[in-house]
């Protein structure tokens, strides 16, 4: 079972910043936060994945809270191109753990 | 940059037939993985192979799918007989060794059964 909740959908405007919350309140001390987003009719690609520090790359920032129960990924420019659905998910950093997708967050950027 | 190939990319058809999936990995990749993916829900891992030998099929219904990795490159996902709920999306995934931060997806096979 996934252990991480998050919106069902959400809207952001093309331009502005798109921040897309999750909570994980029973993440361990060895797990790390990964995100991926599924554009349709694709398979999944990795954005971006932090264990206690925020994580900036050339796509996305992530920002975890220092109790690590939330964390919240930015795209600081939402395109039209970032509709997609953005899943969470913690996973223990070894070999033999895999990572399981929830329902995700399905993120609609609006011209 | 290289990708991870699937074929076909859509699949239709009749119930109790059989039906196969190819899947060629990144080159150099020893993990390699298959997803299902149900219509409005996330990927659901089916079998991960270590090079040629599986290391999780626990969620893989062994009575009507198999899974192959012959020589530790490309593999096979078979379904026989298919059934109305085998309907979905089909991924393939790879990573240079299990437990990297991140997997490579290929584009898919959806199969829709009638």
């Known amino acids: 079972d996934a252990k991480t909740t998050q919106p069902t959908s959400m809207d952001c405007a093309e331009g502005r910043a798109a921040n897309l919350p999750c909570n994980h309140s029973?993440?361990?001390?060895?797990?790390?936060v990964y995100w991926y987003r599924q554009i349709h009719s694709q398979g999944p690609q990795y954005i971006i994945h932090?264990?206690?520090n925020n994580e900036t790359n050339e796509m996305a920032s992530l920002i975890i809270t220092e109790d690590r129960k939330s964390s919240t990924l930015i795209l600081p420019h939402a395109t039209l191109r970032d509709t997609a659905v953005y899943y969470c998910i913690v996973r223990v950093d070894n070999y033999g753990q895999n990572f399981v997708f929830g329902p995700g967050t399905r993120l609609s950027v609006l011209p | 940059e290289a990708e991870v190939a699937q074929s076909p990319r859509y699949k239709i058809t009749e119930k109790s037939q059989a039906v196969a999936f190819w899947c060629d990995p990144i080159?150099?990749?020893?993990?390699l993985y298959w997803y299902r993916q149900i219509l409005g829900q996330g990927p659901e891992l089916l079998v991960q192979f270590q090079d040629e030998s599986v290391v999780d099929d626990s969620q893989l219904p062994k009575d009507r799918f198999s899974a192959e990795r012959l020589k530790g490159v490309d593999s096979t996902l078979k379904i026989q007989p298919a059934e109305l709920g085998d309907s979905a999306m089909y991924l393939c995934?790879?990573?240079?060794?299990?437990?990297?931060?991140?997997?490579?997806f290929g584009p898919g096979t959806r199969l829709t059964v009638t």
């Open positions: 029973t993440i361990s001390g060895n797990e790390y």
């Open positions: 080159s150099g990749h020893a993990t």
């Open positions: 932090g264990l206690k």
């Open positions: 995934a790879s990573s240079l060794e299990g437990g990297e931060h991140e997997q490579y």
